[in-house]
């Protein structure tokens, strides 16, 4: 696991790399080239992981000298890719070294078969390309920025920031952000700064003087279900989900759990722990005082079934905005998202005992696991009429329950990219015409390019084509993109096994009615846990591993009123009386928590960035 910093015609030094330090204090490399007319600079900081020797040491140059790799990620299945190059010596056992051998001789379109999480770049010097590419489903972040002299790139933004001549914000994104609570790729709130779609990758041509590149989507069409029998579900589920944690076992280091109450980090736990030789260390974040979100109780009852070495920790609110500034300055985008709080103290612990935790996250997604799935399959059984009238009833009978709201403005909207929009929604275009006093454009036709890219419109039900989407766009620059920033903060390497790509292609392959039904959510992942875990874990309540931040903002309302209505930049950009109003809604009893945490994560980025 790594950082990666690269450019072209864009000096930088050791400095560049002291920015990202945090992602691979083991090692730090630069390596310059001469392609064309061009200067290429290929940096990397280390975590060593895999081949904790010389020979896993990077920039990697091939032994021809005509190919060079920087590569931040694990490739899982990289000693199966091995047995296509028989011709090669290798030095060592590193995936880094097997891919970069693997493009060489079959070329950047054969990064489809990698299973595994990675953001690289690949130059080829024979044929003056640069190459970078970007997992699946987005696990690992690439940013990169480009003017008419120069092109740079880097797992994070800082670097890239620090490279450009004057880095500017780029606020026209804002509405974007407020409409869907994150930024997917290829957008960000910095001036010409992108970000890789998850399963593309970027060609730049350094043949000619004036740089540009072309970006194309790598992934392949999942093969037809063969599938004949529902026992033949459970048994292909089962070989998949085994086969995918047994795989991201593959370390030089101990690994660690990160450990929740419920069911999935459990099932990867089980598995995991089945195909160690010792005892793993799980890890689990709560919460101070009594909360319904407080998961240590429930972890510690799994840890001691599964033979786990259990740690924990609790926080309070009294360091709450510090942290939540300091989160902030860490992902480098504003989110939504209230567990970015519990995940900064989980990694700060796991990181004190091991270098790699797997995790259960990605399961919901692909499973079905979220209320708004069971809405999409809910209303294709409801009468046109009846949902046309609850849409427009229920925003007027005094409902507050945010959820609640959002699925009523989604009904009886046939568009399904409009549908899904709305439904994605934490702010309305009115609330955002009234906070920012302009409309949201953007959103609808992000939404609609992975819709045509998956071929959602070939798909039988409404939840399939959602969770495609959510795959490939909510999950990579919401969830994972705080999980990668945060973990890697703390030098600690996060896997992802549910998100394993043969298991999500078997996963998408089955019939709906495996996954979900009306009040039935991850039915295939459930029947499989039964054979591995007791029916009191399997059946515990629905764990939503995030901060307790209902009860907080209601609180500590006044302070943060000071913070956000207070003379500066935010309140230049934002209108006073809308922010007021939406703090005053949280204090009488309508939820407003992602809205005030994502207006307090736009806040003190403002501040880091102005």
């Known amino acids: 696991m790594c950082g990666i910093i690269g450019s072209i015609n864009k000096a930088f030094d050791l400095s560049a790399l002291k920015l990202i330090e945090h992602r691979g204090p083991d090692a730090s490399e630069i390596e310059s080239f001469k392609v064309a007319r061009h200067d290429i600079r290929l940096g990397l900081v280390r975590l060593a992981i895999v081949e904790l020797s010389d020979a896993g040491r990077q920039p990697m140059i091939s ?16 000693l199966d890719l091995r047995e296509k190059l028989t011709e090669i010596d290798f030095k060592g056992h590193s995936d880094t070294e097997t891919i970069l051998y693997y493009l060489r001789k079959f070329g950047i379109e054969s990064v489809v078969d990698f299973n595994g999480i990675f953001g690289f770049s690949f130059l080829d010097i024979e044929n003056e390309k640069l190459y970078l590419a970007r997992d699946h489903f987005g696990v690992k972040p690439v940013y990169y920025f480009q003017d008419d002299t120069s092109f740079i790139f880097s797992s994070e933004i800082r670097p890239v920031k620090d490279l450009q001549d004057s880095p500017k914000p780029d606020l026209d994104n804002l509405p974007t952000l407020l409409r869907l609570r994150y930024l997917p ?38 093969p037809s279900p063969s599938h004949s029998k529902k026992e033949n579900f ?14 991201q076992l593959m370390a030089d280091v101990e690994i660690g759990i990160m450990l929740s109450g419920g069911i999935d980090s459990a099932v990867v736990a089980a598995i995991a722990q089945k ?22 109780d429930a972890a510690k009852e799994t840890a001691d079934i599964l033979g786990l070495e259990h740690f924990s920790t609790k926080i309070s609110f009294d360091n709450f905005l510090s942290i939540f500034e300091e989160t902030t300055r860490i992902i480098e985008e504003p989110l939504a998202t209230t567990s970015v709080i519990p995940m900064y103290y989980l990694s700060q612990l796991a990181s004190k005992y091991v270098k790699v935790v797997l995790t259960g996250q990605g399961a919901d997604e692909p499973l079905g696991g979220y209320q708004r799935y069971q809405g999409e399959v809910i209303s294709g059984k409801i009468p046109r009429g009846l949902i046309h009238s609850s849409n427009k009833i229920v925003p007027h009978i005094g409902v507050k329950n945010e959820r609640i709201l959002r699925s009523a403005n989604a009904l009886g909207e046939r568009n399904d990219v409009q549908r899904f929009l709305n439904v994605y929604s934490i702010f309305t275009q009115e609330d955002i015409k009234k906070l920012l006093n302009v409309r949201e454009e953007k959103a609808f036709h992000l939404i609609e390019y992975f819709y045509n890219a998956l071929r959602c419109s070939s798909k039988k039900t409404a939840a399939e084509r959602m969770m495609a989407i959510d795959v490939r766009m909510n999950l990579p620059d919401d969830l994972l993109l705080y999980t990668d920033k945060i973990t890697m903060n703390f030098s600690l390497e996060c896997r992802v096994p549910m998100l394993d790509t043969e298991l999500v292609n078997y996963i998408e392959s089955l019939p709906a009615k495996e996954r979900l039904a009306i009040r039935k959510t991850k039915i295939i992942h459930k029947e499989y846990a039964k054979k591995i875990l007791p029916e009191r874990i399997i059946n515990r309540k629905k764990y939503a591993f995030q901060s307790p ?30 922010l007021n109003k939406i703090l005053n809604e949280h204090l009488k009893g309508y939820n407003r928590e992602k809205q005030i945490f994502l207006l307090l994560s736009i806040y003190y980025w403002l501040q880091d960035n102005e």
Do not use: M
Not at 63 to 78: D, L, P, R, V
Not at 275 to 296: M, P, R
């Open 63 to 78: 032994s021809c000298g005509k190919f060079a790799i920087t590569f931040n990620g694990e490739i899982y299945n990289h």
């Open 185 to 222: 790729s290829p957008l960000t709130l910095h001036k010409d700064i992108k970000k890789l779609k998850p399963g593309h990758y970027i060609e730049v041509d350094l043949a000619s003087d004036k740089l540009h590149y072309s970006e194309k989507y790598f992934i392949k069409e999942a």
């Open 234 to 247: 459970l048994k292909g589920y089962e070989t998949h989900i085994e086969n995918a944690v047994k795989r």
């Open 275 to 296: 195909h160690s030789d010792k005892k793993l260390k799980a890890f689990t974040v709560g919460f101070e005082g009594l909360h319904k979100e407080d998961e240590i």
């Open 549 to 578: 931040t209902k009860i907080w903002f209601k609180k500590y309302n006044d302070q943060i009123k000071e913070l956000l209505l207070k003379p500066g930049i935010f309140t230049e950009i934002f209108n006073t009386d809308a």
